[in-house]
């Protein structure tokens, strides 16, 4: 599969890191939809603070993407659910960490609540090989 990054110079470029308006997946074969995943452990533990819960729901991500037999390269969209607007720092801190230098087209919403309250962050993927 190629991939190829869609970043027409018409639309402005955001300068966000790991950013990209969109993504084609030419001669893909296979296609991943993950449900969005959430700051809880493997033990079932639920993990405190913004940046904990990032890094535990992208971990969870990159679990799905092995058991698949993709990697971090292979995706292709990214929709991102965040409770508190202040918590953006954290998160693109995290993303930023986790993506190195791939690039994923992606959106972010802030939303009111997610299922559990303890909840501060939800992160779908799609990948394709």
């Known amino acids: 599969m190629e991939r ?7 639309i402005v470029s955001l300068g966000v890191p790991n950013y990209s ?3 084609r997946a ?3 074969r296979v296609r991943l939809t993950l449900s969005g995943q959430i700051g809880l452990a493997p033990d079932g533990t ?6 904990a819960q990032c890094e535990q729901a992208l971990a969870n991500i990159d679990a799905c993407l092995r058991e698949a037999g993709m990697t971090k390269e292979h995706l292709v969209m990214l929709r991102i659910f965040l409770v508190r607007q202040e918590d953006l ?10 993506l190195g230098e791939v690039r994923v087209p992606s959106t972010l ?7 559990n309250p303890a ?7 799609e990948a394709a090989a």
């Open 46 to 51: 639920m993990r405190e603070g913004i940046e």
């Open 4 to 10: 190829k990054l869609i970043d027409p110079a018409e």
């Open 21 to 23: 308006h969109g993504c």
């Open 26 to 28: 030419e001669g893909a």
């Open 109 to 115: 919403l802030f939303v009111s609540g997610l299922v």
């Open 119 to 125: 909840l501060l962050v939800e992160i779908e993927a």
């Open 89 to 98: 720092g954290a998160l693109r801190a995290a993303r930023g960490a986790w």
